[in-house]
């Protein structure tokens, strides 16, 4: 079973454990089993930035290395419920 599905069967059991309770009770519920499990949202922006006062040959060496990460499915995400919300 891979993450996902494990992921998937915590939030079945969480619907079944929570049924006739308030849905913002269960919408809670599933948020934070979802937070615990490490769960991110996906979002949009840019590599980090290279440092305007690199040298050249630095500036070189960074661009190859975003150059990897994009390769590597570099992604920016953050967490699904912000410090000090629930």
Do not use: F, H
């Amino acid at each position: 079973m891979n993450k996902q599905d494990k992921i998937m069967a915590g939030v079945d059991k969480i619907m079944l454990d929570t049924i006739g309770d308030d849905e913002g009770v269960i919408a809670r519920d599933i948020m934070g089993y979802l937070q615990s499990q490490g769960v991110v949202i996906k979002v949009k922006g840019e590599l980090p930035l290279i440092p305007k006062w690199w040298t050249k040959k630095s500036i070189n060496c960074a661009e190859l290395v975003q150059q990897d990460m994009i390769k590597a499915g570099y992604t920016l995400t953050e967490p699904l419920i912000k410090a000090g919300k629930k």
